[in-house]
C-alpha cells in the first residue's frame, strides 16, 4: 500500500512511502485488540479503592439492644453493618488490576490496529519536521495544514521529540507518541493517524 509523503505546511511532496503489508495489510484480529485494550485499561487502574469493614470501625462494642425479642435484626455492637456509620459488609479492597499478556498478541493487536487505520484510509505520512521551541500555535497549525483540527489524532514520531510533545499537550483531542511507545488503545481511540517518514521505517523495524 503505497501514501504520499506530504510536508508539515501540507503540500505534496511529490513522493510516495510503501506501507509495508505484513504491518498495515494484515487480516485485523479483533480478539487480540479486545486483550490488548482490556490489559491497557487495567493497567490504568489504581486499585486504591478501601472501605472500612465491621472490624474497622472505631466505635463502641456495647451491645445495642437484647437477642431476642425486639423483631428486628439481632445486632452487637453499634459497628454492625445494619447500622448507619457500621461497617460495609464484603467492601472493596486495594488490589492489582494488571496482567500478564504475551509479546506477540500485543503485536498482532498493534499491527490490527494499524490495518484498520490503513483500510479506513485514516493515516497521513508526513515528512520529518523539528520544532524550533514549545508553541502550541505551532503544532495546531501542523493540525490544520493537514485539515485534521477538531479531530482526534496520533502522531507518531521515531524518537522522543521534547517540543513537539509540550507543544500538543494542551490540545485536548491530540496526541503524540513514539513507535515503540505506541499501544492499541491510542491508535484506535484517534479518529486519523499521522506517522512521520522516519516513524514508518521504525515501525518496520519493531514489527518485522
Do not use: C, W
Not at 515528512?127 to 489524532?153: A, H, I, M, Q, R
Amino acid at each position: 500500500m503505497e501514501v504520499s509523503v506530504v510536508k508539515y505546511s501540507g503540500e505534496d511532496t511529490g513522493r510516495k512511502v510503501t506501507l509495508a503489508n505484513n504491518i498495515f495489510g494484515i487480516e485485523p484480529n479483533d480478539h487480540a485488540i479486545y486483550l490488548d485494550v482490556k490489559q491497557y485499561l487495567a493497567n490504568q487502574r489504581q486499585g486504591t479503592h478501601k472501605s472500612k469493614e465491621k472490624a474497622e470501625i472505631a466505635k463502641s462494642t456495647r451491645k445495642i439492644k437484647k437477642q431476642k425479642g425486639t423483631g428486628t435484626a439481632r445486632a452487637g455492637s453499634a459497628k454492625s453493618p445494619i447500622f448507619r456509620g457500621g461497617g460495609r459488609v464484603f467492601g472493596p479492597r486495594p488490589r492489582n488490576y494488571s496482567f500478564k499478556l504475551n509479546k506477540k498478541v500485543k503485536e498482532l493487536a498493534r499491527k490490527s490496529a494499524l490495518a484498520y487505520k490503513a483500510t479506513e484510509s485514516n493515516i497521513a505520512v508526513v515528512e520529518s519536521f523539528n520544532l524550533e521551541s514549545p508553541k502550541t500555535k505551532e503544532y495546531l497549525k501542523l493540525l490544520v495544514n493537514l485539515s485534521l483540527d477538531g479531530k482526534k489524532s496520533l502522531l507518531v514520531l521515531p524518537d522522543v521529540d521534547k517540543n513537539i510533545v509540550l507543544s500538543s499537550r494542551n490540545l485536548k483531542n491530540a496526541k503524540v507518541t513514539t513507535a515503540a511507545q505506541m499501544n492499541t488503545y491510542d491508535v484506535l481511540h484517534a479518529d486519523n493517524l499521522i506517522i512521520s517518514e522516519e516513524a514508518v521505517k521504525r515501525l518496520e523495524e519493531l514489527y518485522h
